[in-house]
């Protein structure tokens, strides 16, 4: 029989050991691979190998690497060309791996057909008439079909993205944003929290689905303070600040760290590096950006792939507080495939011509 001192002791170290698990959840440090694009790629023929050259299922490999976390994107109804492929089913199958590779999920919610990023934000077609009362609804309960989807299968995200890129607003031309009307902020304000209830509503009973405010500023401290000033103006309920950090376009390391220490001291938010990439090679198409000595500061080699990666965890890890709480490496398995376009010729993936994984691979057990 139990005395109430046996009850007492057995009480308070159940709370303990849920302290204890608590206090570990939040020493968590995401190293997280946006691979949404993985499952099309193997179907392409596609293939990866280990570092040592053997064949290797790359969701595997990425787990056996330490990479923690994978981040799913995820459209409304994809025309299945390229990379436009994540629909729903195609999307719950490839988050199914990751958990079973024992990875969490961060979903990327586009709300769009398409590539949603700064500079496209377009509806998806089959909400064109709807007016913005009844776009607002939609946007609520899509979000929480789409999340209940997931929990229903016992593969509920740790954390889920209101928009991609969002800094220019979503859902044009009702939620774009034109930084000096007050009336558009309050419109995507709307909008934002509709997404954040679908969230809430399709969370199982006693857990927490982060929500992510994803913007594309990397080291602007000026446009960062100027966004999320106004979703504390409105009040937006949200629980994580996300940037893109590629540098060539969002600035150097020393300004992409200055941005995260503002952000920490700012904000009562966790922050995460949801994009961010470097290239391995130097002969691809660059694109628009400032590629400056200053900016792409690592040899554009293998090597200083994983070097400029390294340097990236240590200035996340040095936000004060521990408030930067994860990096998320782009498309790193952008590998050139037939029938499929290849992301600056595949000069940002982590492996290979051959399919290869290179060392930047390895940079989660090499800097826990």
Known sequence: MMT?????????????????ADEAAKDVFYYGADISALSKVESLGGEFKDSAGSPADAMELFAENGWN????????????????????????????????????????????????????????EAWESLDFYRLREKVESYTAEVIKSFCDKGICPEM?????????????????????EE????????????????VRKASPEGKRIKTVIHTALGG??????????YMEKYRVDYDVIAQSC????????????????????????????????????????????????????????????????????????????????????WYPESINVKGMHTWMNAAMAMFDKNGKALEALKTPLKHK
Not at 4 to 20: E, G, I, P, R, T
Not at 95 to 105: C, P
Not at 186 to 191: D, T, V
Not at 220 to 229: E, I, M, Q
């Open 4 to 20: 109430n001192k046996s009850a007492f002791l057995l009480s308070a170290v159940f709370f303990a050991a849920l302290c204890l």
């Open 69 to 124: 976390c994978a981040r799913l994107r995820l459209f409304v109804n994809p025309n299945g060309k390229g990379a436009v492929v994540n629909d729903l089913e195609y999307t719950l199958k490839l988050a199914e791996r990751a958990k079973k590779a024992g990875m969490d999920l961060l979903i990327d919610l586009h709300y769009s057909d398409t590539w949603a990023d700064p500079g496209h934000q377009n509806k998806p």
């Open 160 to 180: 889920v993205q209101i928009g991609n890129e969002i800094n220019p607003g979503f859902l044009w031309p009702e939620g774009r944003i034109k930084w000096k």
């Open 183 to 198: 009336k558009s902020w309050l419109r995507f304000a709307h909008l934002i929290k509709a997404g954040i209830r679908g």
């Open 220 to 229: 602007n401290t000026a446009a960062t303070k100027t966004f999320f000033d």
């Open 246 to 329: 590629y540098p060539w376009w969002h600035g150097t390391l020393e300004e992409i760290g200055e941005n995260l220490k503002f952000m920490a001291g700012r904000y009562d938010k966790q922050i995460i590096i949801a994009e961010t990439a470097y290239p391995r090679k130097e002969n691809f198409s660059k694109g628009k950006g400032s590629w400056t000595e200053e900016r792409m500061a690592w040899p554009m080699t293998e090597e200083g792939q994983a070097q400029f990666l390294a340097q990236l965890v240590k200035t996340a890890k040095s936000t004060p507080d521990g408030k930067c709480i994860g990096i998320f490496y």
